[in-house]
Nanobody, 119 residues
Framework: QVQLVESGGGLVQAGGSLRLSCAAS????????MGWYRQAPGKQRELVAR???????NYADSVKGRFTISRDNAKNTVYLQMNSLKPEDIAVYYC?????????????WGQGTQVTVSS
């Protein structure tokens, strides 16, 4: 079984920064893509950023130039550095991984961490 534990959310003023972390544990053989998604109240969950095992990244247009995704393959951990935060970034942020475990390939989700930006 694979577990994801997120941390780093919270309340920050507009223009401030937060760093989210998501650590995967369990019977993991390998991890392909890792990513961050977010869901604002009344809206659908949307992609924020993804990173391949080799380090190729892609970002939502709304966060390009402000957010940076990275990963530590040795620690099975993905990070999201969020700078210049805006009120429109308010959402619950979820990490997502595609992992090979004893059960085969599957997608796994974290429990979510709240990010709130005060204007």
């Amino acid at each position: 079984q694979v577990q994801l534990v997120e941390s780093g959310g919270g309340l920050v003023q507009a223009g401030g920064s937060l760093r989210l972390s998501c650590a995967a544990s369990g019977n993991i053989f390998s991890i392909n893509d890792m990513g961050w998604y977010r869901q604002a109240p009344g809206k659908q969950r949307e992609l924020v950023a993804r990173i391949t095992r080799g380090g190729t990244t892609n970002y939502a247009d709304s966060v390009k130039g402000r957010f940076t995704i990275s990963r530590d393959n040795a620690k099975n951990t993905v990070y999201l550095q969020m700078n210049s935060l805006k009120p429109e970034d308010i959402a619950v942020y979820y990490c997502n991984i595609e992992a090979l475990s004893g059960l085969g390939y599957a997608n796994y989700w974290g429990q979510g961490t709240q990010v709130t930006v005060s204007s």
